[in-house]
């Protein structure tokens, strides 16, 4: 015996048991749509079951064309560590409520920003289980995004980052110099080639960059086209990177930056080169990804425009640099406050003149 539940407004799903007793549902467009499937599994045709949630997430990341390498590696990696051993990675998809949800994501043994990256995971399953009508709505749609605990800037002081560049390895000391004053990722350090550089007009494409994919590092173009751009570099900054060339000739394929044995140069040999060097010069032990708050920062000192601070930084949106950086802006308030105070100083003067010319 089937029957048909209207979960909300225009909503709609078919209900019944199995030979063992077990329950199932089925999502339905319509109510039309669901009288017939109740139909069909009266009549004894089988009808699908909805596959295991984890079962789901890994055929939907093993076809997901829109993500790198990176992002499946990271993907599933949450997969596994959080939801495939978890009771609701073996629900069915179509079974799932809110509450379990609900349930599962308060249950979670990790941290904030873990916890979203779950989340995330779990939107992008759902959103794609309806799209191809294997829910009528996501179940997740009612649970508030968790927040993520925003990681802490720690920008460097020019002089610091001029002293770990004199402390490096002599190969590593550029990419200190890039990532602190031109602002790149590290794994678009590892990508940049010689035929990325204009010498004479004194600028870099950034167009390619290593990431991870299946566990190991690959070469291939960057990741978003807001990543794709061109950067003005400081000509000392050139003629260094004109140096680096001279004592460590390119890799076959053109890159400047590469391991000892010409192998691709990823973020923890940086992170450890980087680390050798503040171990020598005294200082706390930086991220690698600090040289490039460094830009940023200096960046704004400066007096930058926060799309330019953007641009420079190949971010897809001026939501991500305010996100990041917007406590080292100046404060418009405290801009508008003087502002408004010589509106009111005019007022005044011009009150003050008309009396003395009464």
């Known amino acids: 015996m089937a029957w048909v539940e209207e979960t909300k407004k225009d909503c709609f799903r078919v209900g019944w048991r199995d030979g063992s007793g077990r329950q199932h549902y089925r999502a339905a467009r319509s109510r039309e749509a669901a009288l017939d499937l109740k139909r069909e599994i009266e009549q004894g045709r089988p009808a699908s079951v909805s596959p295991p949630l984890a079962e789901y997430v890994s055929r939907m990341l093993n076809s997901s064309w829109d993500l790198r390498g990176s992002s499946l590696y990271a993907y599933r990696g949450i997969l596994q560590r959080h939801v495939a051993g978890a009771p609701v ?90 990532a602190g004053y031109l602002g790149l990722r590290a794994g678009e350090i590892g990508g940049l080639r010689l035929q990325d550089i204009d010498f004479e007009k004194s600028t870099l494409a ?97 007096g930058a425009h926060p799309k330019m601070v953007q641009a420079r930084l190949g971010h897809s949106s001026i939501a991500i640099t305010m996100g990041t950086y917007v406590h080292l802006f100046p404060s418009a308030d405290e801009e508008l406050a003087t502002a408004m105070n010589e509106v009111r100083e005019r007022a005044l003067r011009d009150i003050d003149a008309t009396r003395g010319d009464g």
Request: glycine share 6%.
């Open 89 to 178: 990675g073996r629900r069915p998809l179509g079974e799932i409520t809110t509450d379990e949800l609900r349930g599962f994501l308060g249950a979670l043994s990790c941290g904030p920003s873990a916890r979203a990256a779950v989340y995330r995971l779990l939107a992008k399953a759902m959103n794609q289980a309806v799209r191809e009508g294997l829910l009528n709505r996501s179940p997740l749609r009612a649970i508030p995004k968790p927040k993520e605990q925003p990681r802490e800037i720690r920008p460097l002081e020019s002089r610091q980052v001029e002293a770990l560049a004199n402390a490096a390895n002599p190969r590593y000391r550029v990419p200190v110099l890039v």
């Open 206 to 302: 950034v167009v390619r960059a290593t990431y991870r994919e299946g566990g190991k590092r690959v070469l291939g173009d960057v990741k978003t086209p807001a990543a794709r751009r061109r950067i003005s570099v400081p000509l000392s900054l050139m003629e260094e990177i004109g140096r680096h060339v001279e004592f460590f000739p390119p890799a076959e394929d053109g890159r400047i930056f590469t391991a000892p044995s010409g192998a691709l140069l990823v973020n923890i040999v940086l992170w450890k080169a980087l680390a050798d060097a503040a171990r020598r010069v005294g200082i706390p032990r930086p991220r690698f990804h600090d040289l490039r708050h460094t830009c940023a920062s200096l960046m704004i000192a400066e």
